[in-house]
């Protein structure tokens, strides 16, 4: 059974921090980039981080950049997102995805997804 599990979410004042986890396995994961999204009621969902499997690199977008940081633990079987500096607006389900085609921002590349966490930022 493939699986990808989001852990470490919860309800964080503005200006805080927060580390998420996706734990993973069932599946050849050290071939795949790992990627974290959400998405926010009446938003599509928006992706926020990539870390590729052949060499480790990384990948932002401006809204994120420089606020979020994504690592690898293979040893564990887990991939992280440390967010700091969080915004009202960083409220919304996340989501990690494992993919085989590398890094995208696009949904439909990724095979394999979690169920989502929620992340509440809010005084």
């Known amino acids: 059974q493939f699986q990808l599990v989001e852990s470490g979410g919860g309800l964080v004042q503005p200006g805080g921090s927060l580390r998420l986890s996706c734990g993973h396995s069932g599946f050849a994961w050290e071939y795949y980039a790992i990627a974290w999204f959400r998405q926010a009621p009446g938003k599509a969902r928006e992706g926020l981080a990539c870390i590729r499997d052949s060499d480790g690199s990384t990948y932002y977008p401006d809204s994120v950049k420089g606020r979020f940081t994504i690592s690898r633990d293979k040893a564990n079987h887990t991939v992280y997102l440390q967010m700091s500096s969080l915004k009202p607006e960083d409220t919304a389900v996340y989501y990690c995805?494992?993919?085989?085609?590398?890094?995208?921002?696009?949904?439909?590349?990724?095979?394999?997804w979690g169920q989502g966490i929620q992340v509440t930022v809010s005084s």
């Open positions: 995805a494992a993919g085989g085609l590398g890094c995208s921002s696009l949904t439909d590349v990724y095979d394999y």
